[in-house]
T-cell receptor
Framework: GAGVSQSPSNKVTEKGKDVELRCDPI?????LYWYRQSLGQGLEFLIY????????KSGLPSDRFSAERTGGSVSTLTIQRTQQEDSAVYLC????????????????FGPGTRLTVL | AQRVTQPEKLLSVFKGAPVELKCNYS??????LFWYVQYSRQRLQLLLR??SRESIKGFTADLNKGETSFHLKKPFAQEEDSAMYYC?????????FGTGTRLQVFP
């Protein structure tokens, strides 16, 4: 079936506005990750959802960032009161489950949302 | 602390030259390591993992626990290898990525 999809592909906003980024994982994948990709910072882990467990929010850079995953499928990353340093590509990835036979499974990435904060 | 270091932001070589993309890690335990690649206008995707001991697109990577390294190598670079390469370490049910190395292969 279709891979991971993200919307919008590009988002330009003004400093101080809130934005919502959406991720549709591969159907049946139980684990979902959000990353931020920026020049010089590489790929920063933001948050991780696994099934019905409490999410791992350890990577969120500030309380302006939050994410939800409804019905174990679609996820929304919300950034409140955006700042210019939030400009980056936000990537979503999903896995069928974190591990199989004790080994970590491949993450499948979406195309990303490029966020520009003016 | 769990950490992945890719010391080179940019690596430029000519077609046919050998390539080595460096990756060092910090991890207390038995590590699982991966290389992910992002070609221009494509999604980030898995290239190879150390467990598989495989060669993908001519690339290999050997885990050296003594040097805590997982360098990616290819004996003869091709122009189509130009991409962004990320080394990643398995943490607790998530991956810890390095900052990436951009490989440019000139004709």
């Amino acid at each position: 079936g279709a891979g991971v999809s993200q919307s919008p592909s590009n988002k330009v906003t003004e400093k101080g506005k809130d934005v919502e980024l959406r991720c549709d994982p591969i159907s049946g994948h139980t684990a979902l990750y959000w990353y931020r990709q920026s020049l010089g910072q590489g790929l920063e882990f933001l948050i991780y959802f696994q099934g019905n467990s409490a999410p791992d929010k350890s990577g969120l850079p500030s309380d302006r960032f939050s994410a939800e995953r409804t019905g174990g499928s679609v996820s929304t990353l919300t950034i409140q009161r955006t700042q210019q340093e939030d400009s980056a590509v936000y990537l979503c990835a999903s896995i069928i489950q974190a591990t199989s036979g004790g080994l970590y499974n491949e993450q499948f990435f979406g195309p990303g949302t490029r966020l520009t904060v003016l | 602390a769990q950490r992945v270091t890719q010391p080179e932001k940019l690596l430029s070589v000519f077609k046919g030259a050998p390539v080595e993309l460096k990756c060092n890690y910090s991890y207390s335990g038995s590590p699982e390591l991966f290389w992910y690649v992002q070609y221009s206008r494509q999604r980030l995707q898995l290239l190879l993992r150390h467990i598989s001991r495989e060669s993908i697109k001519g690339f290999t990577a050997d885990l050296n626990k003594g040097e805590t390294s997982f360098h990616l190598k290819k004996p003869f670079a091709q122009e189509e290898d130009s991409a962004m390469y990320y080394c990643a370490l398995r943490g607790t049910d998530k991956l810890i990525f390095g900052t990436g190395t951009r490989l440019q292969v000139f004709p």
